[in-house]
């Protein structure tokens, strides 16, 4: 039986205990940055909320589903302090431009590093574009784990995104490829403000036991991962439908690739 076959939808957990599946599981986390800098990638967190003591047995903040809700949430913190806006030039063109100018935290060829616009012709909608950064995490598991990558939607922005920040899932014991974040701008007449280190996007894993708890662990990069991906990464400029690779994937890989830190 293969590790997918465990997913079943009824699947509870004492079920899956039943099955020997565990109520923990380690994801271990890394960044694939090359080049300089790797610095300005800060560890992923465990949510908190810095709420007031609850006045009430019956507040939200005692609520056991909202608790056990938030703390399946990892924040990931903006690398970069940023402010981009779009303007036209004199043929109606779309630019995309860097709207603090001279006095922007970032030289042209960071930002070429760190993001890109993608061609119109992918993009969901033709006056939305979709703007792509690299976001070079890597979380990997042994065990049958999916990571869940969401917009920050628990925490509140004075100031709300021009836009919607894309999702995304897939299988990490499996397919441990670098994360990217990807938003769809609608509102082109507002700027895309990004301030180091506050929430970019949350990450989450779905475990076979749905009750089991996700330890987050820094990953070393060692020879068998840095392989691994290397025989997974960037395989969609080459192919579509990249999950069809998944089974390919899976009989190449090393029976364990995790490894804390230190």
């Known amino acids: 039986m293969s590790w997918d076959d465990y997913f079943a939808d009824d699947a509870e957990g004492a079920e899956a205990e039943k099955r020997g599946r565990n109520r923990s599981l ?29 006045a009430s047995a019956k507040s939200i903040q005692a609520c056991p589903a909202a608790i056990d809700f938030d703390r399946r949430h990892f924040v990931v913190p903006c690398p970069v302090d940023l402010e981009l ?36 012709g992918e993009w969901r909608h033709p006056e939305r574009p979709i703007l792509q950064f690299t976001a070079p995490y890597v979380f990997v598991a042994d065990q049958p784990c999916y990571v869940v990558q969401t917009a920050p939607y628990l925490h509140w922005f004075p100031t709300p995104r021009p836009g919607v920040e894309m999702g995304g899932r897939f299988p990490i014991h499996i397919w441990p490829r670098p994360l990217a974040w990807a938003f769809e701008w609608y509102d082109i007449s507002k700027p895309l403000i990004l301030k180091r280190g506050e929430p970019w996007f949350y990450v989450s894993f779905e475990t076979e036991n749905p009750s089991a708890r996700v330890r987050l662990v820094e990953q070393e990069m060692t020879k068998d991962l840095e392989t691994y991906l290397n025989s997974i990464i960037d395989v969609s400029n080459y192919v579509n439908k990249t999950y069809g690779l998944f089974g390919e994937a899976q009989r190449r890989r090393p029976e364990k690739l995790v490894k804390p830190k230190g």
């Not at 790797?38 to 810095?50: E, M, V």
């Not at 063109?93 to 616009?117: K, V, Y």
């Open 26 to 54: 380690t994801v271990g986390w890394t960044v694939r940055w090359p080049g300089v800098g790797d610095t300005i990638w800060a560890p992923p967190k465990t949510f908190t909320r810095s709420d007031a003591k609850a």
């Open 85 to 120: 806006a779009f303007t036209r030039n004199a043929q109606g063109q779309l630019q995309l431009t860097d709207a603090n100018g001279e006095q922007s935290a970032m030289r042209p060829q960071g930002r070429a590093n760190l993001f890109q616009l993608q061609p119109p």
